[in-house]
C-alpha cells in the first residue's frame, strides 16, 4: 500500500518559513491536498491539487510538488497556525485514500 | 451552508456492532461522493470507508474491510458506517466527509462522533 511519510514536529518563530515535507514515491505524479487540524477539531482543507488554496485560506499558505516529496509551506507563521498538519493523495491503484502520518507545528 | 453533523457512537464491548449516522445538509446530497475517516486518540488520521453518490462500487481500507459498510439514503440526506465485530483499536473519532466533485479531496468534514471499544 501507498505511504506517505511526514515528520513528527516542525518548529518555527513566529514571523518565519515553517515547510512541512510530505515523502512518498513518485509522489509528484499525484495530487497532494493537505489539511490544518487544531486540537478538539475537524481537519481543514488548507491546499488542494498541489498548491491551490481554497476560498478563506491565507495566501501565506503554499504547496508545491515534485519527484518524491510534496512540502507545504507557512510564510509569516502565526501563533494561530500552530496545528497538526496532514497530507493526503488518492492511490489510484488500490483504489484507496492515503493521509500521511502528520505534522505538529510549533510555534516558538 | 455544507452541515455534516455524526451521531452514533459511544462505548461498546469488543465483537461487538455499532452503527454511525451522518446527516448532511446545505448541498445536492444525491450528486456528492461520501467517506468516512477516523482518528485513534493522540494518532493521525485514517481513511475508513468511500461511498459513490450513487451508492455504487463502495471501498475499504484493509483494516476494516469485511467488517464495516457503508452506506447512503438520498431521501434523507444521510450517510451511514455499520460497524461489526470491534476491536479495541477500531476506537476512534469517526469523521463524515465530502468529496469535493469526484477531485479526491475532502472540502467539509463534520464535527466527528467517538467510538470507544473497551470491555
Known amino acids: 500500500s501507498y505511504v506517505l511519510t511526514q515528520p513528527p514536529s516542525v518548529s518555527v518563530a513566529p514571523g518565519q518559513t515553517a515547510r512541512i515535507p510530505c515523502g512518498g514515491n513518485n509522489i509528484g505524479g499525484k495530487s497532494v491536498h493537505w489539511y490544518q487540524q487544531t486540537p478538539g477539531q475537524a481537519p481543514v482543507l488548507v491546499v488542494y491539487?498541489?498548491?491551490d488554496r481554497p476560498s478563506g485560506i491565507p495566501e501565506r499558505f503554499s504547496g508545491s510538488n515534485s519527484g518524491n516529496t510534496a512540502t507545504l509551506t507557512i510564510s509569516r507563521v502565526e501563533a494561530g497556525d500552530e496545528a497538526d498538519y496532514y497530507c493526503?493523495?488518492?492511490?489510484?491503484?488500490?483504489?484507496?485514500?492515503?493521509f500521511g502520518t502528520g505534522t505538529r507545528v510549533t510555534v516558538l | 451552508q455544507v452541515q455534516l453533523v455524526e451521531s452514533g457512537g459511544g462505548v461498546v464491548q469488543p465483537g461487538g456492532s455499532l452503527r454511525l449516522s451522518c446527516a448532511a445538509s446545505?448541498?445536492?446530497?444525491?450528486?456528492?461522493?461520501l467517506h468516512w475517516v477516523r482518528q485513534a486518540p493522540g494518532k493521525g488520521l485514517e481513511w475508513v470507508a468511500f461511498?459513490?453518490?450513487?451508492?455504487?462500487?463502495?471501498y475499504f481500507a484493509d483494516s476494516v474491510k469485511g467488517r464495516f459498510t457503508i452506506s447512503r439514503d438520498n431521501s434523507k440526506s444521510t450517510l451511514y458506517l455499520q460497524m461489526n465485530s470491534l476491536r479495541a483499536e477500531d476506537s476512534a473519532v469517526y469523521y463524515c466527509?465530502?468529496?469535493?466533485?469526484?477531485?479526491?479531496?475532502?472540502?467539509?468534514w463534520g464535527q466527528g462522533t467517538l467510538v470507544t471499544v473497551s470491555s
Open positions: 461511498i459513490p453518490h450513487d451508492g455504487g462500487k463502495k
Open positions: 446545505g448541498f445536492t446530497f444525491s450528486s456528492i461522493d
Open positions: 493526503q493523495v488518492w492511490d489510484g491503484s488500490s483504489d484507496h485514500h492515503v
Open positions: 491539487d498541489g498548491s
Open positions: 466527509a465530502k468529496e469535493y466533485e469526484r477531485l479526491g479531496y475532502f472540502d467539509y
